[in-house]
Every structure is written in structure tokens, then in C-alpha cells.
């Protein structure tokens, strides 16, 4: 492409993208040392920022946990291409926004093997661009641990202890991993398992 033409329509594309706000995203532009313009919602930023030789680079970052949730750099090849580009950024926020941050706790005996269940959980959830946060917890330590977790998933192993964490925990939501995916290591389907819990319990305050 013509130098020209490339730094022309490099212009037109950031000059398209303040042009043309989106709901709930409040943008800002700057130019100083590069011509970049901020973007800002409820649980997240972005930036795109116009490098030197039409080098067009675009990122996002979770409010709460200051995770990049999406990178990409390239070119400018034409405008078609970048705009294209920039919607997959902007799907990304709204994906974000439409999910806030949730904490799950998994409680067992020892706190050792959930470790590793909580920990290949977090890993499924991260790929999947799931913005919850996993942790473990040994059983004696679980009332004292509980403060700020939105689901305390209990597993096989101490789910006899269901009543008292049910009695002891007040205004949390205390619930068993079903063994089925405990037993034969579903990460998948516990992680589906939990955010059905979560979303069934936020239909309910709306309804």
C-alpha cells in the first residue's frame, strides 16, 4: 500500500472510532508521545494507541484483577480490516462488563487436593475469558476464610459438613460438588456447575 494512503487511513480510523461512541463506554484522546485513544466502562480499559510506521495497537485490561483480557498490534492494511479488528475489542469490554468479578471458595478436608481441582478450574475459567477467581480452602479454616466469596462449593469428602456451613455461613451460598465431576476430575463441568449456581441465585434477587 501507497505510504500515503496507509497513514491517511490510519487518521480516518482513529478519527471513525471518536465519531462514533459506544453505550456505556466513555472515550478520551490523547497524543502525547503517540495519538491514543482511552477507553473506559464499568469493569474495563482499553487503549488504542497509533504507533509510528501505522502500527495500530490495541489492548484491554480487567478493572478489578488489572488482567490484559485482550492484546493484538498490527499494520494498518485497510480500513475494513481495522474495523473489524476494533469490534473485536469492543466485544471483549461488553463481554467483561456483562460478567462482573465472582469469588468461589472449594472447601475440603486437608485443602490439597481442591488446591489442585480450584487451580485447574481457575485455568478453564482464564481461557474461557471468565472473569471469576477460584481459590481452596482447608475445612477448618473455611469460617474464618469465607468473607467476601460469593459460593462456597464443598467437596465429596466434606459434604456431611453441609448443614453446619449452611448454619454457620449465613447469606452465603453454600453448595456440594457434585461428585460426579469431583470424582472423575471435570474441571468443565464443575466450573459449569458453579456458574449455574451463581446465575440461578442472581436471577432470583432480579425476579
Not at 1 to 12: K, T, V
Not at 31 to 57: G, R, W
Request: with cysteine.
Amino acid at each position: 500500500m501507497d505510504a500515503f494512503y496507509q497513514e491517511l487511513y490510519c487518521q480516518i480510523f482513529m478519527r471513525w472510532i471518536l465519531l462514533n461512541p459506544k453505550h456505556d463506554i466513555t472515550m478520551t484522546h490523547t497524543c502525547d508521545p503517540y495519538e491514543q485513544i482511552h477507553l473506559s466502562a464499568k469493569h474495563s480499559i482499553a487503549t488504542v494507541t497509533l504507533y509510528p510506521n501505522c502500527i495500530i495497537e490495541e489492548q484491554a485490561w480487567d478493572r478489578k484483577t488489572h488482567k490484559v483480557i485482550f492484546y493484538i498490534h498490527f499494520q494498518m492494511a485497510n480500513l475494513a480490516h481495522a474495523t473489524r479488528l476494533y469490534e473485536d475489542l469492543l466485544e471483549t469490554i461488553y463481554e467483561n462488563c456483562s460478567q462482573p468479578l465472582a469469588k468461589i471458595l472449594l472447601v475440603c478436608s486437608g485443602g490439597l487436593t481442591t488446591s489442585y481441582f480450584a487451580s485447574k478450574m481457575q485455568e478453564l475459567c482464564d481461557l474461557e475469558h471468565l472473569n471469576y477467581k477460584i481459590d481452596a480452602v482447608g475445612s477448618t479454616m473455611v469460617y474464618q476464610k469465607a468473607t467476601g466469596y460469593d459460593l462456597i462449593l464443598a467437596a465429596p469428602q466434606v459434604s456431611y459438613m453441609l448443614p453446619k456451613m449452611i448454619e454457620k455461613l449465613p447469606g452465603h451460598i453454600v453448595k456440594a460438588i457434585p461428585t460426579k465431576y469431583f470424582g472423575r476430575n471435570d474441571y468443565e463441568g464443575a466450573v459449569k456447575y458453579a456458574l449455574k449456581v451463581l446465575n440461578n441465585r442472581q436471577n432470583d434477587k432480579e425476579m
